[in-house]
């Protein structure tokens, strides 16, 4: 998976109990994502990182918070997990500009967390 | 607020032919367009890009149309293989507060058969 890791690849989890996703990369690319993947509605995502402690929301970031203290690590948090949570989590990579450096720009996936919050 | 489409859900092809799958977006301001494929229990992988300036862009068996006045744009598999079965995201891409933004449609899953 182009030196992204996801752990854990799968949770079961209650609600209300708080929940941390890690996404680890060795590319030392400078932007990272976070998106969800739910049935019809394709990728969206929560939040993204341009660099250490740089972080901004993305277009479903109500209930996640991210943390990212070195270039490698991007963590997603569930404060308090809800069952509209229970998704399958992919962390994304992109060049180290993050922009048009040779055309589109062209984000590398993880393999996916699936988390179910019962 | 979609903007980004994908209207069939799922399409069935005979492996040997060709496979067309289509996307719709309402937003101008897109300047890029991507295609990304998805395994079950993997994470989606580039397949090919195209950019609004463009209107075709081929790789091999994949080929992308794009028609701006439509706002509409295209993937076309040429033959297509089993191996190819897998569910197809498109994306647009444009540039918005500070990073390149990527919408994706919500996905078209494609199955090949022999």
């Known amino acids: 998976d182009a030196g992204i890791t996801q752990s854990p690849r799968h949770k079961v989890t209650e609600t209300g109990t708080p929940v941390t996703l890690r996404c680890h990369q060795t590319?030392?690319?400078?932007?990272m994502y976070w998106y969800r993947q739910d049935p019809g509605h394709g990728l969206r995502l929560i939040h993204y990182?341009?660099?250490?402690?740089?972080?901004d929301k993305g277009e479903v970031s109500d209930g996640y918070s991210v943390s990212r203290s070195k270039t490698e690590d991007f963590l997603l948090t569930l404060e308090s997990a809800t069952s509209s949570q229970t998704s399958v989590y992919f962390c994304?990579?992109?060049?180290?500009?993050?922009?048009?450096?040779?055309?589109?720009?062209?984000?590398?996936f993880g393999a996916g967390s699936r988390l179910t919050v019962l | 607020d979609q903007q980004v489409k994908q209207n069939s859900p799922s399409l069935s092809v005979q492996e040997g032919r060709i496979s067309i799958l289509n996307c719709d977006y309402t937003?101008?301001?897109?300047?890029?367009f991507l295609w990304y494929k998805k395994y079950p229990a993997e994470g989606p992988t580039f397949l090919i890009s195209?950019?609004?300036?463009?209107d075709k862009n081929e790789d091999g068996r994949f080929t992308v149309f794009l028609n701006k006045s439509a706002k509409h744009l295209s993937l076309h598999i040429v033959p297509s293989q089993p191996g190819d079965s897998a569910v197809y995201f498109c994306?647009?891409?444009?540039?918005?507060?500070?990073?390149?933004?990527?919408?994706f449609g919500a996905g078209t899953r494609l199955a090949v058969h022999p």
């Open positions: 994304a990579i992109s060049d180290p500009l993050g922009r048009f450096s040779s055309g589109a720009n062209v984000l590398t």
């Open positions: 994306a647009a891409s444009r540039f918005s507060g500070g990073y390149n933004k990527l919408i």
């Open positions: 937003n101008s301001m897109f300047d890029y």
């Open positions: 195209i950019s609004s300036i463009k």
């Open positions: 590319e030392n690319h400078r932007y």
């Open positions: 990182s341009y660099g250490v402690k740089d972080t």
